[in-house]
């Protein structure tokens, strides 16, 4: 089974929907991260969480919040979508202290 | 500027190849560094990491930091085809435990 899990894998959904992603980990590690990929722009960061009550805004957290429900879970929410969101989104995580992430399988998501 | 630069490639190179991949950087700070390996629709994985200067091998591979250049390297010996995919830089200062990443080279290695 993989340590780190997204669901849903590939979402397509409208202008103004709220949609959540979800993140679960089976690594143990208290540090989850959830990026978007675009083509030519890389992997940037949204939003961080170093422990379940501590959650911090990436370089582009705006239009996007998160919950970090349990140690385990890290979820991300789109609260109003708008097409310039469409993105590949990856949920990552990292054991306090050290540097080395670890990445889920990714989840494509289209707004029309 | 970028704070992180990586060719976008693609690069193609025959079976057997040496494979040099890199990135140069401007953030001084930057301590920690990362190579990822990314195959079409999967997650980035972990290939490479390393501290400050120096290199570090690991089997057919091998990362090289070179500080006073803000500049690093990944270098494949012996290519394969499965060595095909998308590579990523990524790297961070001390202490921050936040990332930025290149924007990925993309390799094929042709049979």
């Known amino acids: 089974d993989a340590d780190v899990t997204q669901t849903p894998r590939n979402r397509i959904t409208k202008t103004g929907k709220r949609i959540m992603l979800e993140c679960s980990q089976t690594?143990?590690?208290?540090?989850m991260y959830w990026y978007r990929q675009d083509p030519g722009l890389g992997l940037r960061l949204i939003y961080y969480?170093?422990?379940?009550?501590?959650?911090n805004k990436g370089e582009i957290s705006d239009g996007y919040s998160v919950s970090r429900q349990a140690q385990a879970k890290f979820s991300l929410s789109l609260e109003s979508a708008i097409p310039n969101q469409t993105a590949l989104y990856f949920c990552?995580?990292?054991?306090?202290?050290?540097?080395?992430?670890?990445f889920g399988p990714g989840t494509r998501l289209t707004v029309t | 500027q970028k704070e992180v630069e990586q060719d976008p490639g693609p690069l193609s190179v025959p079976e057997g190849a040496i494979v040099s991949l890199n990135c140069t950087y401007s953030?001084?700070?930057?301590?920690?560094f990362m190579w990822y390996r990314q195959y079409s629709r999967k997650g980035p994985e972990l290939l490479m990491y390393?501290?400050?200067?120096g290199n570090k091998e690991d089997g057919r591979f091998t990362a090289q930091v070179d500080k006073s250049s803000k500049y690093i390297s990944l270098f494949i010996r012996d290519s394969q085809p499965s060595d095909s995919a998308t590579y990523l830089c990524?790297?961070?200062?001390?202490?921050?435990?936040?990332?930025?990443f290149g924007t990925g080279t993309r390799l094929k290695v042709l049979a």
């Open positions: 990552a995580t990292s054991d306090g202290g050290r540097y080395e992430q670890y």
């Open positions: 690594k143990g590690h208290d540090r």
């Open positions: 969480s170093f422990d379940v009550k501590d959650i």
């Open positions: 953030n001084s700070a930057f301590q920690y």
């Open positions: 390393t501290y400050s200067s």
């Open positions: 990524a790297m961070s200062p001390s202490g921050t435990y936040k990332y930025i």
